[in-house]
C-alpha cells in the first residue's frame, strides 16, 4: 500500500477512537472517520495476542491486498482502521476478503455503480 494511503500517527488512530465510528465483525473491527482529504487512509492494528510475528504479518498482508483490491470501489474521504480479533489467524484470504466486503458495505463505504461488482 503506497505511504500517502496509510494511516501512520498515533494522534490519527486516537481521533478515529474517539470520534469514529464503528462495526464489529466476528474476525475485525472496522472504524471510519472522515478525514477531509480527496483519497482514503488505511490503517491496521494486530495485537501479540493474534500469534506470533508471522501470524501478525501474513494477517496485515491479506487484509492490505483486500483493500488495495478494493480502494477503487470506494468512497473516498475517509480513515479506516481494521483492528483484528484473534479469530482471524486461523481464516484464509478468501474468509477474511469476504468480511471485508460485509464490512464495508454495512459502512456504506461501497460506490452505487461499484456494489455488483465487489460482491
Known amino acids: 500500500m503506497q505511504r500517502p494511503l496509510r494511516l501512520r500517527r498515533s494522534a490519527d488512530f486516537a ?31 494486530i495485537s501479540k495476542h493474534v ?3 508471522v501470524v501478525r504479518n501474513l494477517i496485515r498482508r491479506r487484509l492490505r491486498e483486500a483493500l488495495r483490491l478494493r480502494d477503487s470501489h470506494l468512497l473516498s474521504g475517509y480513515d479506516l482502521v481494521i483492528i483484528a480479533r484473534n479469530a482471524i489467524a486461523d481464516q484464509s484470504y478468501t474468509m477474511i476478503s469476504a468480511a471485508l466486503d460485509e464490512m464495508l458495505s454495512r459502512a456504506r463505504l461501497v460506490k452505487p455503480e461499484s456494489q455488483k461488482s465487489v460482491e
Not at 477512537?17 to 491496521?44: K, Q
Open 15 to 45: 481521533r478515529l477512537r474517539e470520534s469514529g465510528r464503528a462495526w464489529r465483525h466476528p474476525l475485525f473491527t472496522l472504524s471510519v472517520a472522515p478525514n477531509g482529504l480527496t483519497n482514503n487512509r488505511y490503517g491496521f492494528i
Open 51 to 53: 500469534g506470533n510475528a
